[in-house]
């Protein structure tokens, strides 16, 4: 999910990207299933000290398509970075499909070519 190691490698990239790029207003979410693993992360993140307050958390389930529309119409959002596994053998991209219908500009950090 967002708070995982590839999610939380990414917001904080974000974060560092926007504090160099003078970019105040962007905010940072981070999805998943866990409130518990989101609040283990937002503990790591105020750790470090130098990234601001810790993303906030968006629940959505990857496989519920009832779950990803919900999160999705609790927008508006700008961007959807795609950071959860599994990345290889996913026979439908459930998130991407729905990003496509509501108009959301979708990025996947590491998914099947095939898609």
Do not use: I, M
């Amino acid at each position: 999910g967002g708070s995982g190691r590839v999610g939380g490698s990414t917001l904080r990239w974000l974060k560092k990207l926007a504090v160099e790029e003078a970019l105040p207003d962007l905010q940072l979410y981070a999805g998943g299933r866990s409130r518990t693993n989101h609040s283990d992360f937002a503990e790591r993140w105020l750790q470090r000290g130098d990234n601001g307050a810790p993303p906030e958390f968006v629940e959505v389930d990857l496989t519920s398509r009832s779950s990803v529309r919900e999160a999705l119409a609790d927008g508006p959002w700008s961007l959807l970075v795609h950071t959860a596994g599994p990345f290889q053998g996913v026979e439908r991209p459930l998130l991407l499909e729905e990003a496509v219908q509501a108009g959301v500009p979708y990025v996947d950090v590491c998914d099947d070519t095939d898609l």
